[in-house]
């Protein structure tokens, strides 16, 4: 089975903080994507990655930034972690192509910023 | 803007089976219908696609009408462990973005 593993289920940090969350696939895939998760909001992409050391911004990339060195981990960062950054972030691995495409999921890092 | 409309809830009786709704009347030839779940505290799980005929895996069944505006998400014997947020939506096939809306929150009762 295919599988992603977030590194934390929960988390809390404080105002001003440099905060990393990490993901790891084990499927080889080349997608690689950070969602964040708030209530009435649904899903919303943060920054994805095709590539080793290639990124594109999603729809809110504003005070995110992602790093991927290897091809089976992708890092969130937040550089200055803000109380509306807290949040259920999500990520999820893909492969391109035809056929089997869909995205497979980690079970979510509740972050906490007080 | 919302590619698909859903009811925002539904409930369902332990063992019948369980038939969710989606309309996408602006779906593009080169759109498939994916289905998604999400288990309260867990990441979205994918469960099937289909581009224009129905199709059918170990969970579920997806029927897409002819003219592909609507389908229906059929779980055929649900149990408790069915209860979920379950999300229809279009994209192309190899498009990296998976846009979730509200979804369905299924409610499957003993």
């Known amino acids: 089975d295919v599988k992603v593993t977030q590194s934390s289920r929960y988390l809390v940090k404080r105002t001003g903080e440099k905060v990393f969350l990490e993901c790891v696939q084990d499927?080889?895939?080349?997608?690689m994507f950070w969602y964040r998760q708030d209530p009435g909001l649904g899903l919303r992409l943060i920054y994805f990655?095709?590539?080793?050391?290639?990124?594109e911004k999603g729809d809110i990339p504003e005070g995110y930034s992602v790093s991927r060195e290897k091809k089976e981990r992708f890092s969130l960062i937040l550089e200055s972690a803000s109380t509306n950054q807290t949040s259920m972030y999500l990520c999820?691995?893909?492969?391109?192509?035809?056929?089997?495409?869909?995205?497979?999921f980690g079970q979510g890092t509740r972050l906490t910023v007080v | 803007d919302a590619k698909t409309t859903q009811p925002p809830s539904m409930d369902c009786a332990e063992g019948r089976a369980a038939n969710l709704p989606c309309n996408h009347s602006?779906?593009?030839?080169?759109?498939?219908v994916y289905w998604y779940r999400q288990i309260h505290s867990q990441g979205p799980q994918y469960i099937i696609h289909?581009?224009?005929n129905n199709e059918t895996n170990e969970m579920a069944s997806l029927i897409i009408t002819e003219d592909r505006k609507s389908s229906t998400l059929i779980l055929p014997h649900a149990t408790l462990r069915d209860t979920a947020v379950y999300y229809c939506?279009?994209?192309?096939?190899?498009?990296?973005?998976?846009?979730f809306g509200a979804g369905t929150t299924v409610t499957v009762r003993a």
């Open positions: 999820a691995s893909s492969s391109p192509g035809r056929g089997r495409t869909e995205a497979f």
């Open positions: 499927m080889d895939h080349e997608n």
């Open positions: 990655s095709y590539d080793v050391k290639m990124k």
């Open positions: 602006t779906i593009s030839g080169n759109e498939y």
């Open positions: 289909g581009l224009k």
């Open positions: 939506i279009v994209r192309v096939e190899n498009d990296y973005k998976l846009s």
